[in-house]
């Protein structure tokens, strides 16, 4: 957990500060005594959350209930985080049917799973004179996985190498893909 350390009473040496109380009324610029004052009188801690500013931005808090809230909102944060695997599948120009086919059905597991997937072709020797064959092939790839992804970044060459991503569907888009191939077939 990464929690940034806050200047609090005593440590704040600025001599003044924007001012907010515990119910975030705004009480304005007051000198920092002053600002202790009020936290003291209220049993409350003075907690600078804002030190870049001009004046910093102080308020009137517990500084334990803070730190706890603090730490709430970051595990809230990191589990709302979706964490995508990026998965790399790599072939040759000569690749048989048969092979493609075993690609496509690893490439199809690494969708469903909800992985990203980089698919590649190496282009050996002189084979760089035909490259648009590999294109060619990367797209024919990407016809196989129609109904578990589409296409995130088109098939284009890079150096020695074709490459082109696909993603996995979100559900909408899942959908409305289906939607599109059942009115494609009654046509």
Not at 39 to 44: D, H, T
């Amino acid at each position: 957990m990464i929690i940034k350390e806050f200047q609090i009473n005593e440590e704040i040496k600025d001599a003044e500060v924007r001012l907010i109380d515990e119910k975030g009324t705004a009480l304005g610029v007051v000198s920092t005594a002053k600002a202790l004052e009020l936290a003291e009188s209220r049993n409350l801690d003075l907690i600078n959350i804002s030190p870049t500013a001009s004046p910093p931005v102080c308020k009137i808090l517990d500084y334990g209930k803070f730190k706890y809230e603090l730490l709430k909102k970051e595990k809230e944060s990191k589990k709302n985080q979706q964490i995508v695997n990026l998965k790399e599948i790599r072939m040759s120009m000569r690749v048989e049917e048969h092979d493609l086919n075993i690609k496509a059905k690893s490439c199809r597991k690494f969708l469903e799973d909800g992985d990203k997937v980089k698919v590649s072709v190496r282009f050996k020797g002189r084979e760089i004179a035909y490259s648009n064959k590999g294109v060619e092939l990367l797209n024919r790839f990407a016809q196989k996985l129609e109904d578990v992804g589409q296409i995130e970044k088109e098939a284009k060459l890079e150096g020695r190498s074709a490459v082109m991503f696909l993603k996995p569907y979100a559900d909408k888009d899942k959908k409305q893909h289906v939607k599109q191939v059942s009115d494609e077939q009654k046509a």
